[in-house]
C-alpha cells in the first residue's frame, strides 16, 4: 500500500512571509502549491517564479497543482521551477492527457490527473495506468477554506477498490473528517486552512496538526 501524506497547501499561508511560513511545516511530506489562472477558476495565485523561491527554502518535495488552462505550454517551467509532483485537471487538458502527461513523465517530476467533484473516474479511466497519481478535488478548485463534499467519499472508495496507486484528496479535508477521507481509501491528504489558519485561530502550530494527521491517520491507514 502506498504511504500516507500530508500536504499542506500554502494558499493559506501568510505571502508576505513564505520562509516562515514553510519552517513551520517542516515535517509536511509534501507542499502542495495551488496554480490558479483567473480562466479555468476564477482566481489567480503563483507562477514559476514562487515555485522556485519556495524550493530554495525548502527540502520537502513540492506537489504543484495546475488549475490552468492550457497546462503544456507550462509543465516544463514549472519542473524547472522545482516541482516534484505535477497535477493536470482532467476537465482542462481532455484529450491531450495523455500527452501532457508523458510530458511531465519525460521531464522526470511524478504526473497526476486531477478530476473536479462533479467529474466521474470514467474520465480517467483510459489514462489511469500512464500516471503516478490521481488527485480528486472535494470542493470546486478556485479558493481555499470551503466545505468538503462529503459526495467525494464513495468516489474515493471506487478507486481505492480499483486502483493501488496514490490518491490524493483535495478541498475542505479538517481535523473532523480526516480519518474518514483515509479510510475511504485516500493516501495524500492537502489541507490548506486545516494546518495554516484554523490552527492559528487555536494558538496550535501547524506542526502539531501535522504531526496529529500522520499519528492518528495511521492508526486508520491500512
Ligand atoms: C482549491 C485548492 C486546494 C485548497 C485547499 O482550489 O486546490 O488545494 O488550497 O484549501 P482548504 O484545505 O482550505 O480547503
Ligand atoms: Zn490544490
Known sequence: MPKLKIA?????????????????????????IDVMDGHFVPNITFGPLV???????????????????????FISDFI???ADLVSVHIEATKEKSLEIIEQIKSLRAKAGIA????????AVEDII?????VLLMSVQPGFAGQRFREEVIP???????????????????NRENYRDVIQAGANILVAASA?????????????????????????VWH
Open 155 to 173: 468516489k474515493i472508495k471506487q478507486l481505492r477498490r480499483e486502483w493501488k496507486g496514490d490518491i490524493e484528496v483535495d478541498g475542505g479535508i
Open 51 to 73: 515555485v522556485k523561491a519556495v524550493k530554495k527554502e525548502t527540502g520537502i518535495p513540492l506537489d504543484v497543482h495546475l488549475m490552468i488552462e492550457e497546462p503544456a505550454k
Open 80 to 82: 524547472s521551477a522545482g
Open 8 to 32: 499542506p497547501s500554502i494558499l493559506s499561508a501568510n505571502f508576505a512571509d513564505l520562509r516562515g511560513e514553510l519552517r513551520k511545516i517542516s515535517n509536511a511530506d509534501l507542499v502542495h
Open 195 to 219: 494546518i495554516f489558519s484554523e490552527a492559528c485561530r487555536e494558538g496550535k502550530e501547524p506542526q502539531v496538526i501535522i504531526k496529529e494527521m500522520k499519528d492518528e491517520g495511521n492508526k
Open 129 to 133: 495506468s500512464e500516471v503516478d497519481f
Open 115 to 122: 478530476l473536479n467533484p462533479q467529474t466521474p473516474l470514467s
